[in-house]
């Protein structure tokens, strides 16, 4: 994640010399203003991080699509991608594990090459080959450090219909026009999160409970059930993605691949850790949508995190109408 500063989509970030201590680099904040009812922008800063491990990827309907390249933006036109969907996506490094910007780079990069989907288990088998890829190229000598990256994918088509997809602990958040108000979507991939799937009434702490399960090219650890219904906390080198029908009666809501509608007025905000993993609380504070409507005031946000104690990477992508 770069820091404090904007750059325009067509230019790049600056090392800023009055805020040397912090080594920052100016965030991107890139808007793209398609020819239909929504707005995608995003920002991406390092904060106090030696480099910024965030990537992100925001593509409008006709292809034009945008990311970070060794912390660059980025940007190209996708041949073949059409006039119907959005994507926009945010992938983290993770934090203290070898080649955390590289390997969130480039899964953004594979992003690129995919398709929208209309069918969720289709969306599934993207990311496990995704996965695979990730593996193949940087984990084929796996250990506690060995890299990945959380993601959140969301292709938006113009009727409202979104999928989504979603691994490890960044964020979705949808704002509900008709409440005022944001609400979380996804749901963090923890130990405890994985336990509570396989037994609503799991209550005692398990160790790491707030720590990290799972990750694009590293693999998944937490508790799982047998055939016998016997829990147990393992590790397996494949993710552990669940369709709704497949879950649970109390754990139906919390798919990691699901569809979703975004009525008009709503909009989405994606987010990596950064915004919301400050002292002292993990729910972001987040402003309503009629005080996000600028790029400048999502860079607002992202400083706002770092202002309040942040010590990681911050980058958030926000899909929203043109009026509120």
Not at 20 to 47: D, E, F, T, W
Not at 94 to 110: I, Y
Request: glycine share 10%.
């Amino acid at each position: 994640m770069c820091h404090p500063g904007k750059a325009g989509s067509n230019s790049v970030g600056l090392l800023m010399p009055e805020r040397k201590l912090l080594h920052i680099l100016r965030g991107y904040c890139c808007p793209v203003c398609a020819p239909n009812q929504y707005r995608g922008m995003a920002v991406s800063m390092r904060g106090p991080r030696a480099e910024n491990q965030d990537n992100y990827l925001l593509v409008q309907p006709g292809g034009q699509a945008e990311w970070l390249v060794n912390e660059q933006l980025e940007s190209r036109r996708i041949t073949g991608w059409g006039n119907q969907w959005w994507r926009l996506l945010v992938a983290d490094g993770m934090g203290g594990h070898r080649n955390g910007r590289e390997v969130s780079e480039a899964l953004v990069q594979l992003a690129l090459e995919i398709r929208p989907v209309w069918e969720v288990s289709v969306l599934r088998q993207t990311l496990n080959h995704l996965h695979q890829q990730l593996l193949a190229r940087f984990g084929q000598q796996h250990d506690q450090h060995s890299p990945g990256a959380t993601l959140v994918w969301v292709d938006v088509h113009v009727s409202g219909l979104v999928m989504l997809a979603h691994v490890g602990d960044s964020r979705l958040y949808q704002w509900r026009e008709g409440r005022q108000a944001w609400r979380q979507v996804t749901h963090d991939h923890t130990w405890q999160e994985f336990a509570w799937r396989v037994d609503a009434e799991a209550g005692s702490p398990l160790p790491q409970e707030k720590g990290l399960a799972q990750a694009m090219g590293y693999g998944s650890y937490g508790v799982l059930a047998n055939t016998d219904g016997a829990r147990f906390p393992a590790f397996s080198p494949q993710l552990h993605l669940e369709l709704a029908e497949e879950m649970l009666p109390h754990a139906r809501a919390h798919a990691d691949v699901t569809r979703l509608s975004l009525p008009p007025g709503d909009a989405l905000l994606l987010s990596t850790d950064g915004l919301w993993a400050t002292p002292g609380r993990d729910v972001p504070s987040l402003p309503s949508l009629n005080e996000l409507d600028s790029s400048a005031s999502l860079d607002t946000l992202a400083e706002d995190a770092l202002a309040a104690g942040g010590r990681d990477n911050t980058t958030v992508v926000l899909l929203r109408p043109y009026a509120s």
